[in-house]
């Protein structure tokens, strides 16, 4: 499961990148500012925004400690900040004055590589902030770069499509055309691969482009048997160009944003989709991992930045979780169904339970003439709730069983949306029963129980055209 907890909405045009450090969280725009934020509350620091670049402000990042914070602008400089105090470290510019689209950190902090519109490559010593070397590519503009785990080399990405692989000595060691009408982003998973034959380390590596694709590369260097790039496999799910991606900080997990306005979160190992996220408004531009804990930033050309929590367990178990949830409840004890009671809010019931016997498999065979015949439950409010909460632990056995996702079930019905609808909570539901919501309850939120400030329902085509492919998928 993952959930939005925090909505950020502070920058005054589109966003144009979000990265973590393991206490903050940056944020960068066209309306020329950085802002950094507070992990443990999302308050934003007193020093932010930060303030230095006449242009656009196009990616950020930060060093590995998390002490220094790059950023770059249309107005040509790289610029590194103190994170404590929102001071000025050193401003960069790039020689030949194009407006620098990307900046990344080496591994070890002592290098950092920014990269031009105008093709243009630098490599800057972090320490001294002195140019150490500079290159170019052929074609295109340069937009995007990663280095490799290890720091023995880094890859850039450019607007004609060719991925660029340089040494740290800046190097080109190889180059070839990787997405037709141009590369966004790229990004390496932290996690090596194993090969057990001959005990060399592999890295994945992900890259998306205007092509609408996102694919998989191997990647394997030494100093000798030298570099090796191989195409490994392409995701699909967006039906618009994907504007970026990025590994989960242990590799189990890689999201990417795309100009259909949704998010989308794969299994890397089984390359299956896990989750679809779709409250964003407009182009999604960015996509980052905090390092230490389970939580994803997105941010948007319509100003804002979603902070997404997920459940502390992995892909690999929430599957076993989904295959199994129906044997798992019918094996329930007596003293889990007790359990299940309590956070229903039916602790009346508890003794009564326990008196005759109901465990899992007996909880999901009662009906109402049970609970009044055999349980002697005499209110009919009780009874009501408790047949509710058993029916609604069907649905979710059934949609787990199915495999349906989470988040294409109405949070209301808990049955798969046919209109999905944006409520100005934030959160999709099916329309008909959103629209029943408000008419019969107080108007306030079913997710948060907090007023609703509108009662403005907008469709959600995004999520309904990413039902329908998966419907097309999974029907038989």
Known sequence: MVKLIHTLADHGDDVNCCAFSSSLLATCSLDKTIRLYSLSDFTELPHS?????????????????????????????????????GETLAVMEQPTGSPVRVCQFSPDSTCLVSGA????????????????????????????CAFSPNGNFFVTGSSCGDITVWDDKMRCLHSEKAHDLGITCCDFSSQPVSDGEQGLQFFRLASCGQDCQIKIWVVSFTHILGFELKYKSTLSGHCA????????????????????????????NTETILHTLTQHTRYVTSCAFAPNILLLATGSMDKTVNIWQFDLETPCQARNTDDQVKQFIEDWSEDDVSMWLCAQGLNDLVDIFKINNIDGRELFNLTKESLVDDLKIESLGLRSKVLRKIEELRTKVKALSSGIPDEFLCP??????????????????????????????KRTSPMTNLILPSMVLTPNRTLKMAISRWLETHQK
């Open 412 to 441: 209301i019905t808990r049955e798969l949306m046919k209109d999905p609808v944006i409520a100005s909570d934030g959160y999709s539901y099916e329309k008909e029963a959103m629209e029943n919501w408000i008419s019969k309850k």
């Open 241 to 268: 160009p994907v504007l970026a991606c990025a590994f989960s900080h242990n590799g189990q997990m890689l999201v990417s944003g795309s100009v259909d306005k949704s998010v989308i979160v794969y299994d890397t």
């Open 49 to 85: 925004p930060l303030k230095f670049h006449t242009y656009a402000v196009h990616c950020c990042c930060f060093s590995p400690s998390g002490h220094v914070l790059a950023s770059c602008s249309t107005d040509g400089t790289t610029v590194l900040w103190n994170t404590q105090n």
């Open 117 to 144: 519109a105008d093709g243009t490559v630098v490599l800057w010593n972090a320490q001294s902030y002195k140019l150490y070397r500079c290159g170019s590519v052929k074609d295109g503009s340069l937009v995007a």
